[in-house]
């Protein structure tokens, strides 16, 4: 399995947010998000077996492990990875850009979905899949990035068109103003989480936080 970067951070997004975590980073995205903030993950990395994944993670005194990229859905031995951590008792979420089909990850327990939902600034808005919207449960979440108006309106569309069974995050593209999202989602009425990425407010924008 090809790994940039293995590291102990705070969990900065999402539901767990501020939460002491492993995160595990694969290489290599099929996605061009204009606004990647981890370019740095298409290419860089080692190829690393599981057990020496395993080792790493056991370095850290921590029991929750994010498995980020990148996309980690594009690693063949990613299932095997996911089952493995959770066998031996870690808390495991894994953070997916949304293109590739999750329903594999049924019937789990100690693992968390965090799918994306990316909107049209991105540019890859159309290579959404969006029969895995259906395949979230109440232990998963959701994350609309949201840059400009016409994200929040498409994002508030996709919602309106699907029942999502877990919590929704609305976050603000690092830079944009989050000000302004939280007006919209008060304006509207939406139930959903104005999420900040705390790890970019703790330490800035950078590799391996
Ligand atoms: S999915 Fe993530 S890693 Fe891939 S291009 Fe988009 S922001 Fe970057």
């Not at 089909?101 to 968390?112: A, E, T, V, Y």
Request: proline share 3%.
């Amino acid at each position: 399995m090809k790994i940039n970067e293995i590291f102990h951070s705070i969990q900065g997004e999402g539901r767990l947010t501020g939460l002491p975590t492993i995160f595990i980073r694969t290489t290599g995205c099929n996605l061009r998000c204009s606004y990647c903030d981890t370019t740095y993950a298409y290419e860089k990395g080692m190829t690393m077996t599981i057990a020496e994944i395993l080792s790493n993670v056991k370095e850290y005194d921590c029991q929750d492990v994010c498995i980020t990229g990148g996309e980690p859905l594009l690693q063949k031995d990613m299932p095997d990875l996911l089952h493995i951590l959770v066998e031996k008792g870690y808390h495991c979420s894994i953070e997916t850009n949304g293109s590739q089909d999750i329903s594999f990850l049924k019937h789990r327990s100690h693992l968390m979905i965090s799918l994306d939902l990316k909107c049209p600034s991105s540019g890859m808005h159309t290579m959404m899949k969006q029969t895995n919207l259906s395949e979230l449960s109440s232990i998963d979440q959701l994350k609309c990035i949201i840059k400009t108006k016409v994200d929040y309106d498409y994002a508030k569309s996709i919602l309106t068109a699907h029942d999502i069974a877990c919590p929704i995050f609305f976050q603000p593209v690092w830079g944009s103003n989050p000000t302004k999202l939280a007006e919209w989602i008060l304006t509207d009425g939406l139930r959903v989480h104005l999420g900040l990425q705390v790890h970019k407010i703790l330490w800035g924008d950078r590799k391996g936080v």
